[in-house]
Structures are given as C-alpha cells and as structure tokens.
C-alpha cells in the first residue's frame, strides 16, 4: 500500500435538479444540496485512494467536517479538490476544496479508515442477529 501524504485527485461535477437541496429536503431552493456537496467530496478522497489498497480493503468515512460556503444553481460545473494531508497508521486525512465556475463553494477535512471489506461487513451485520 503506497498512500502518501502530498497525493492529490480532483474530480468534476455538474448540478442536476436532483443534486438541489429542494429535493434532498435539506431546504426550499434549487441550488446545490449540503448533503450533495459532502457526498462527492467523499467520492473524491475515495476514487483517489481505492486504486493503491489491497484487494480486500477498502475506506470507510469517518469524520466530515467541510463548510459549504456559497450557492451554485442547477447545471453549473463544480470542482472538488482532494489532497491527502496526514496517513496515520490505518487513518487518512484529506483536505477537500471545492469551486464552482466562480468562486470556493466549500472547504474543510474529511477522514477515512482503511478497513477489511469481509470484517467490516460481517461486524454490520452481526447487529441484526441481536
């Protein structure tokens, strides 16, 4: 496993009406969705490190903690930027940007755990046998 701090992925996206905080709940307007927002800046810490793990691992999130700074209306392109900043043992710290077509849109850290698919999941499901 070859993760190290200073690795960087970015990934685009595009607003959908889907995508609106109208249609998450989360509020009254067709602008981009907090829950939104966070969900791809997961994917994209994600999409970066799944290529350099071990065949039965995988990441889970762990802490969220990103600011959503300004609203970007349906069908505007928005970047997120992803940079490992700290790998502690099984831990991995990413600091996340986010910029529509006009300014930073949100920004803060997002951590995920490595952990063995098989286990993880059979830990899960040990709770419903209760």
Do not use: W
Not at 87 to 112: A, P, Q
Request: charged share 30%; proline share 3%.
């Amino acid at each position: 496993m070859n993760i190290e701090v200073g690795l960087k992925s970015a990934a685009e996206y595009i607003v959908d009406k889907k995508d609106t905080a109208k249609n998450f709940d989360s509020g009254a307007l067709d602008i981009l969705a907090t829950p939104m927002l966070i969900c791809n800046a997961e994917r994209t810490c994600k999409n970066l490190v799944d290529p350099l793990l071990e065949a039965e691992q995988g990441t889970v999130g762990t802490l969220v903690n990103i600011r959503h700074l300004a609203p970007t209306p349906v069908g505007m392109k928005y970047r997120c930027e992803c940079e490992i900043i700290a790998v502690e043992s099984r831990l991995i710290r990413f600091h996340v940007l986010l910029s529509d077509e006009v300014e930073t849109i949100g920004e803060g850290i997002h951590e995920r755990f490595i952990i063995n698919n098989e286990r993880f999941t059979a830990k899960a499901y040990r709770k419903s046998e209760r």
